[in-house]
């Protein structure tokens, strides 16, 4: 069950990401879905480095690290992909 909530967690996350970047991300949605769970995974340990990791409640600000987190990745990410694939068109041409 644990796998099945990383993978849920890490699709909206990603998705929410994107949203938010402005522009066109031209990933596709399974690496999109990666990109938020790698988001979820940073956010938690820059939660438990701050001391916010686990607060009676919502952890809001847990959240908000993991999102500005899979923003940062799916932004990154996106621009990593979009090279390697570049790559492989100009290859394909020579």
């Given amino acids: 069950m644990g796998w099945l ?11 929410i990401a994107k949203a938010v970047i402005p522009g066109k991300q031209h990933s596709p949605l399974w690496l999109t879905t990666i990109f938020g769970m790698l988001g979820a995974i940073v956010g938690n340990a820059v939660a438990r480095a701050a001391g916010v990791a686990s607060t009676p409640g919502v952890d809001w600000t847990r959240h908000l690290f993991q999102l500005i987190a899979a923003i940062i990745i799916v932004l990154l990410g996106d621009m990593a992909y979009m090279a390697v694939r570049g ?3 100009q290859e394909r041409r020579v």
């Fill in 5 to 15: 909530w990383a993978i849920i967690v890490g699709f909206v996350l990603g998705v």
């Fill in 87 to 89: 790559r492989r068109k």
